[in-house]
RNA sequence: GCGCGAGUGGCGAAACUGGCAGACGCGCUGGACUUAGGAUCCAGUGGGCGAAAGCCCUUGGGGGUUCGACUCCCCCCUCGCGCACCA
């Protein structure tokens, strides 16, 4: 057990309290400053931060304390996401009730984040299951309403028998539900939703609009809204001349290679074509053998298909050919039309199908030279297909779908595979939906007077199914706000992705009571400069957020696009190979790290183990690391104290201009320490602007510190010039270093006689005089071999320099007896030379 | 199956637009200080040969482009992630 640590305890204490005594990062809008909104993903207080936490906490915070440096004013805020299952198990488990659950949690988590020491504005802390936070959200929810964004419906829903409530499509993970696991089932409930397919195009063509996203969120956003462009045409039921089947296809083109059809087993006109007793009997036993299937069997690619003939025959509308007809698993109700033309020669799928069922199989594009597999799905020449023949298939594409719109027979059609945003949750702990049932008004948006529509606090939790308010009757009773008579409350909740779309926006102006936000703050402060969060939202929390935000510009509440500018995709931190979690007994708690090392410690380490984007496995060596390494400094920085510390406070609190040396230095041991330490500024600057690639901006600070003390080792006694270096180079290091480890370099900027927080100063800025060399080492190489080495002048003619190499003793060996074919000269880096027996 | 991304010492990882592979740190080895060291400091640390100078090999495997390849191109292997009957 190591003992001598510096007292981080104390010193990370005393300057929480003086930056929360000075109000340090509280902000507000001023015009005359730019501004720059750092935010993280708040968390939900499920209990304890752990290690896992602190790494999107702690990038966040070395982003907002860089930008003060640089001069902007910084929105950095922090709260609360809830609302949610835990604190409803919870109670239902432990008999605890979810506001004192979720209270207490938010108590202690705010505690373990002032520990670390973040740079909150914490007077914007915000809870979203306080009434005056979702009561806008009640207010949004009816505006939505009567635009008709949201809607309720009756519907096949994914549910999770465990969680006894609605997912969205989103929140349904291979089959799976997101939070717990469980394998969902479907269900046909009554549910609202959001139109979020409205938005389809528009969220789609903003992916190619945010330079400031890692490219694979983009990609996992562009392929859940699913764009695929077609037509949609019907398809005549052979002598039923009132019955046609409408379909959707990507490939108009193939329609003359149409060998059957198929509708999906739910489809509504499948008891329409339906013939007699038997056949009717036989659909009801292939429905009920496929609904028995879960939805993973359902839409796994690799099983079988399932299918039945019925009787039934449709007509191909360009050759009039009448083809069979099949009710198939493998077509989907909710996609498109429910019902597809089968192509075999063209589609994969369908050769599948046609296959097994010994359907003929139509080619009506020219496969390539060789083409020995079976669906053919590429570009070609068009064979088979009547007045298509000979055009390619981007041409056939057009000219088909031109002749069923110039028919009247069909029209181009774009389809999504993005569905509707289902909002309800038959649970307790969430936001209320404040719509009521009248008999004589109908479903009734509740008055916005009257909002918000709180939640009641006496209810009792069972987790048995059914919305828990159903059954608080004081909730469910009540007035109809348009008639004056008795009504019903919807007793549903919002799901809790609801309140995580908009709480960017309430940090602008949290305490608002007019509104959701204040217009003017949240003009100044929006959009989020640069967001910081987990990858698994790539396409849940972040897709909401961008839909809500469109949503409420078109409500004209804000003019911004898009919430979001830049996003910082942090890994995950792993222990033991797996995600650290509750459920599996691997985490490493802040406290337990904070106690033992220190919070600067524990940042420090997560900062250096990896770049942030990736996985970063928990270390319990590693940590060792950053401990030694900052009481490294600190023993440095104290044993220097009074010899640094002397004349180091500027005179009048106005900050020193770093960027010039009070001295140039006149020895070349000097010139090159200084040259280290404005090469680390540079290379420390860009490593956090630039890649977010904090784990090398540490080991150069790391570089720096080692430098110091051999600086200070080397030399032979205090001159006025090596006091000015070192001074220079020991406020660099807790400069480039207090955005990563706040506590000990304040403290030590202060005992360095500096009156004034570290964090008021400014950025240390590069001096170009002190990066110039005189000399470089240039590297010889003998046919890619490094023989040699040479120190020339900078910038020395190539000539100059190809003659030295030729010339060097531990060269020329290499070179006798073989012809030089060539030498290559790379200014100031290496000559390669060339050689030939 | 399709689409991305990644494979570098014992470990976490560096390497700008092709130009000294392995920065920085962990671990390990030896030494110093010490009653002690799990503190601190010094030295060493990719592999092989060698007393040393030095030489040879080395970025998943194979080929290619180039004076020169971790970096660019082609094929293959492994791992991770995403999508997964979306017509």
Redesign the pocket.
């Known amino acids: 057990?190591?003992?001598?640590?510096y007292p981080f305890r104390e010193i990370e204490a005393k300057w929480q309290r003086i930056w929360e005594e000075t109000k340090q990062f509280r902000v507000h809008e001023d015009p005359s400053r730019p501004k720059f909104y750092c935010l993280e993903m708040f968390p939900y207080p499920s209990g304890r931060i752990h290690m896992g936490h602190v790494r999107v906490y702690a990038i966040g915070d070395l982003l907002a304390r860089f930008k003060w440096m640089r001069g902007y004013n910084v929105l950095h805020p922090m709260g609360w996401d809830a609302f949610g299952l835990p604190a409803e198990n919870a109670a239902i488990e432990h008999g605890v009730h979810p506001v004192i659950w979720t209270y207490e949690n938010i108590d202690y988590m705010r505690s373990q984040l002032q520990k670390m020491g973040i740079s909150y504005d914490w007077d914007r802390e915000l809870a979203t299951c306080d009434p005056t936070y979702y009561k806008w959200e009640q207010l949004i929810f009816i505006k939505m309403l009567e635009r008709g964004l949201a809607y309720r419906k009756r519907s096949t829903v994914n549910w999770c028998p465990s969680c006894q409530t609605v997912l969205a499509n989103e929140q349904v993970?291979?089959g799976r539900c997101w939070r717990c696991d469980s394998e969902v089932t479907l269900r046909e409930i009554d549910g609202w939703f959001f139109k979020i397919t409205s938005y389809a195009e528009e969220l789609l063509a903003w992916c190619d609009r945010l330079p400031g996203w890692p490219?694979?969120v983009l990609?996992?956003q562009r392929?859940?809204i699913?764009k695929?462009e077609?037509a949609e045409f019907d398809l005549r039921v052979d002598g039923q001349p009132d019955l046609a089947i409408r379909?959707?296809?990507?490939?108009p083109d193939t329609v003359f290679g149409m060998t059957y059809a198929?509708l999906?087993p739910e489809h509504p006109l499948v008891d329409r074509v339906v013939r007699d007793g038997a056949e009717r009997e036989a659909v009801a036993r292939f429905r009920a053998e496929v609904s028995r299937q879960s939805e993973i069997?359902?839409?796994?690619?690799?099983?079988?298909?399932?299918g039945l003939r019925l009787s039934a025959k449709v007509v191909n509308p360009f050759n009039n050919t009448p083809v069979p007809l099949f009710i198939a698993?493998?077509?989907?109700?909710?996609?498109?039309?429910?019902?597809?033309?089968?192509?075999p020669g063209e589609?994969?799928?369908?050769w599948?199908?046609a296959e097994q069922h010994g359907l003929p199989i139509i080619e009506t594009v020219t496969r390539p030279e060789g083409w020995t597999g079976k669906a053919y799905t590429a570009d070609g020449v068009k064979i088979n297909s009547g007045f298509l023949d000979g055009l390619s298939v981007a041409e056939a594409k057009r000219r088909a779908t031109d002749w069923l719109v110039s028919r009247g027979l069909g029209a181009a059609r774009v389809?999504y595979?993005l569905r509707d945003w289902g909002i309800s949750r038959q649970r307790y702990w969430g936001a209320p939906i404040p719509v009521l049932y009248c008999d004589v008004d109908g479903m009734v948006p509740e008055a916005e007077k009257n909002l918000p529509v709180t939640l009641p606090r006496d209810v009792q939790l069972s987790g048995k199914g059914g919305s828990p308010l159903a059954s608080v009757a004081s909730f469910v009773n009540a007035t109809c706000p348009r008639c004056g008579g008795p009504a019903k409350r919807e007793t549903d909740t919002m799901d809790t992705f609801v309140e995580s779309s908009w709480y960017f926006l309430r940090y602008c102006s949290p305490r608002h009571d007019t509104g959701m936000f204040e217009p003017n703050a949240a003009a100044y402060w929006m959009p989020v400069d640069q967001y910081i969060g987990g990858?698994?939202h790539?396409?849940l929390h972040l897709l909401y957020a961008r839909f809500y935000t469109k949503v409420l510009r078109d409500l004209g509440l804000t003019k911004i696009d898009e919430p979001f500018m830049a996003l910082l995709s942090q890994g995950m931190v792993i222990k033991d190979g797996a995600k650290m979690s509750k459920s599996k007994g691997n985490v490493v708690s802040d406290d337990f790290v904070r106690e033992k090392y220190g919070a600067d410690t524990g940042r420090l380490f997560e900062l250096?183990?990896?770049?942030p984007e990736?996985?970063?496995?928990w270390?319990d060596?590693?940590i060792?690391?950053?401990?030694?390494?900052l009481?490294?400094v600190w023993?440095f920085v104290i044993a220097h104290v009074s010899e640094l510390g002397a004349g180091a406070a500027p005179p009048s609190g106005a900050p020193p201009d770093r960027s010039r040396a009070a001295t140039v230095p006149t020895t070349e041991q000097g010139r090159a320490f200084r040259r280290t330490i404005h090469e680390t500024i540079q290379r420390v600057t860009d490593?956090i602007e630039r890649?977010f690639?904090f784990?090398?901006a540490?080991?150069?600070i790391?570089?720096l510190?080692?430098a110091l003390?051999?600086f200070e080792?080397a030399g032979d006694g205090a001159t006025p010039e090596r006091v000015a270096l070192m001074r220079e180079a020991v406020e660099t290091t807790l400069l480039l270093l207090g955005p990563f480890c706040p506590h000990v370099t304040e403290e030590l900027w202060s005992q360095l006689g500096h009156p004034e927080s570290l964090f008021k100063q400014r950025w240390p800025v590069v001096d170009p005089a002190a990066l110039q060399k005189t000399e470089v080492?240039v590297?010889v190489?003998v046919?890619?071999?490094?023989?040699g080495?040479l120190l020339v002048d900078v910038d020395a003619a190539d000539d100059r320099v190809r003659q030295m190499a030729l010339g060097d003793e531990?060269v020329r060996p290499?070179v006798e007896r073989r012809r030089v074919?060539?030498v290559?000269v790379?200014p100031n880096?290496?000559v390669?030379i060339?050689t030939r027996a």
């Open positions: 057990m190591s003992t001598d640590r993970e291979d490219e694979r990609t996992m392929n859940w699913g695929s077609g379909v959707f296809t990507t490939r198929v999906a069997e359902r839409t796994a690619a690799d099983r079988p298909k399932r698993d493998y077509v989907l109700m909710g996609y498109g039309t429910g019902a597809i033309m089968a192509v589609d994969e799928r369908d599948e199908f389809n595979r990858i698994e790539a396409v250096f183990a990896a770049p990736k996985d970063l496995e270390n060596q590693g060792e690391g950053a401990s030694r390494f009481n490294r023993r490593d890649e690639h784990n090398t540490i080991a150069a790391m570089e510190v080692n003390q051999a080792a080492t590297v190489q046919d890619g071999k490094v023989r080495r531990r290499w074919e060539k290559v790379v880096r290496l390669n060339v």
